[in-house]
């Protein structure tokens, strides 16, 4: 189990232009975190440099206060589990053949899984609730199956940090509020540090203990919901004028955009 992850001081240019300026948070173990922010904010970028896809300029990813820019990528891959924004598969494989590509990491060339590898391909099945599915092509499946198939191979990982990129962007609100809260229960069960992208504010509010707001590359605001998602930030932020107000069921704030009218 980790204790934590730290984001230390990181900035990232492409070419000339800079993307990422002095970005620093802590996330405790059991924690999810969302990033929050406009297209073009740097939300994916912040999480490829901390998957290591990409090396920052500046700064350092610390995971249980160990620098991980040394790391093999053997190594990293048994720490942190990235579910992609499109996962591109080979969609001939059955579930259960994508959720063992889990445990890749931990494996030599060749090597045949052992018993306590199926153990535990069995047992991120049985969290994501797929393990009816197994023998299924992916091609067969709902998106919402899917993407709780590319949950299970990312905790077949064993990782202690998970990073999820819109991971219910394509799913309707009945399958994301499925995903987000299997998302909520695995971290708080594995003492996993998860880390989710996501545009929607009010999902946002509702299942992650802290928000990091992205803007131009920088820090916003970080907190709570409630100290991230004031109208006067979005206002700044997204441009459009908002009210928010308290979710009348739990008590989180919803963000509504007023739209301008055209009078
Ligand atoms: P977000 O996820 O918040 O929408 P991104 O991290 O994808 O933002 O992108 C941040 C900025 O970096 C954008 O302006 C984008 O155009 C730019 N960018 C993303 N990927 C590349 C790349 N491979 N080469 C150059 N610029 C890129």
Redesign the pocket.
Known sequence: MAKKLVVENVSFS??Q?L?LQDISFTVEAGEMVGII??????????LKIISRLLVPDRGRILIDGKDTASWSPRLLARTVAVVPQETQINFEFTVRDIVEMGRSPYLRRFQAMSKQDQEIVHQAMEATNVLFLAERSMTELSGGERQRVIVARALAQEPEVLLLDEPTASLDINHEAEIFQLLRRLTSEKGLVTIV?LHDLDLAAEYCDQLLL?AR?TVEASGSAEEVLRGETLARVYGVDVVVYPNPLTGKPQVHVLVPSHH
């Open positions: 492409y070419g232009r993307i922010g406009p297209n073009g904010s740097g939300k994916t970028t912040l992208v992205l590359g």
